[in-house]
């Protein structure tokens, strides 16, 4: 498939583009909101469209075992099954088999072996399955299979990650897709730039359609993980897609679409919302704090969501504290609508070459990690 990204423009290493999918076109920086089990929590797909979605993530962990990937292609594929007909790209589960360390089992250059999260009962994840169960999805972009390990474990378990890594994407590249599915490697290395080469130099002559970083943003300290991310994007191809793998604070996002990242994902806005916090400039507001009782202001000055433009702060700290379904979907519309404003706003400051000068005016207004949860 020829051109499946185009760069429109670059600001220093910031980068715009498009990802052509076959179900349609992604503009990118692109935020993609986290539909776990097949649903972006509490939001319906016609609202994610207005809020200025262009693509969604779907888990392949969580859909095999719950409804099975046979019974979503038997209706139709993940597209139809949930309702959305925009690009889909789906996880390759890898992630959650290799972060729910105490549900491993055992892991050799075949596959892993892990307790099921559902049943407790011991199921094998190999490249092969993962590329089938995304195949009979029907996503847009596949994941490979690969080892994360978690931050902070021994040089040696870290290089072990790579080499498997490395084998498992061998054994994927030309395992059978949906049609017009493409397929990312992910690189691994964690913090060490070694190892991070040494990924990067084993995946790219494998000519992957796009690449992820991988085994970064999972605990560790920002400042290395973002140095690390400087050196990861680098060592990408410049003519192909790079995903940054779970990130989704509004710091975090400017950061790495300031490092050269395309497109990132994170459960962050819809898990705040349903702990009853508001993304805004202002910080992370936790709604339930009695100094909102009266506060007649929307949540965000400026925010054209539809929590923002008919409520009060007042009245969602209302809901919430009530534990009523309605705050809590308001809260999940307004942050999902907040990081995609400020992606798009990113992508457009690209488009003018004037993206520096917004990420400092964004990072200044936006209040450090002491005002959170205030
Ligand atoms: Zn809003």
Not at 68 to 94: N, R, Y
Not at 262 to 289: H, I, K, Q, Y
Request: charged share 25%.
């Amino acid at each position: 498939m020829a051109n499946v990204f185009t760069l429109t423009a670059t600001d220093g290493s910031a980068r715009a583009g498009v990802l052509r999918t076959a179900h349609g076109d992604v503009p990118t920086p692109a935020f993609m909101p986290v539909g776990t089990k097949a649903t972006v929590k509490a939001v319906d797909p016609r609202e994610l469209r207005t809020l200025g979605a262009s693509i969604v993530l779907g888990n392949s962990y969580h859909l095999h075992f719950r409804p099975g990937e046979e019974l979503v292609a038997e209706l139709g594929g993940l597209h139809a099954f949930m309702g959305w007909d925009g690009p889909i790209l789906t996880d390759s589960g890898g992630f959650q088999v290799f972060s729910l360390r105490d549900t491993m089992l055992e892991a050799d250059d075949d596959g892993v072996t892990f307790r099921s999260v559902y049943d407790g009962r011991s199921e094998r994840f190999t490249p092969e399955l993962a590329a089938r169960i995304q195949e009979l999805l029907g996503s847009d972009v596949a994941m490979c299979l690969d080892v994360c390990a978690p931050p902070g474990v021994p040089r040696p378990e870290l290089e072990e990650a790579v080499r498997r890594t490395t084998v498992w994407a061998h054994r994927q590249r030309d395992l059978p897709r949906a049609p017009g599915q493409l397929r990312f490697a992910i690189t691994q290395g964690g913090l060490d730039t070694e190892l991070r080469v040494r990924s990067s130099e084993e995946l790219v002559p494998l000519d992957f359609d796009g690449y992820a970083i991988g085994g970064l943003s999972v605990g560790e300290e920002r400042a290395p993980m973002f140095a690390a991310t400087t050196g990861a994007a680098s060592l990408l191809p410049a003519d192909k897609p790079r995903y940054f793998m779970g990130i989704g604070d509004p710091e975090g996002v400017i950061e790495v679409i300031a490092r050269g990242v395309d497109m990132f994902d994170c459960v962050l806005p819809t898990r705040t919302a349903r702990t009853g916090s508001a993304l805004t400039w202002e910080g992370r507001l936790n709604l339930r704090n009695s100094r909102f009782a009266r506060d007649p202001r929307p949540l965000d000055e400026g925010c054209a969501c539809p929590a923002c433009t008919t409520f009060t702060r007042a009245y969602i700290r209302h809901l919430v504290n009530q534990q009523e379904i309605l705050g809590l979907r308001l809260l999940s519309l307004h942050n999902l609508r907040f990081l995609l404003d400020l992606v798009a706003a990113a992508r457009l400051a690209i488009a003018h070459g004037a993206f520096e000068s917004w990420r400092a005016d964004a990072l200044a207004r936006l209040p450090g990690p002491r005002a959170e949860n205030s």
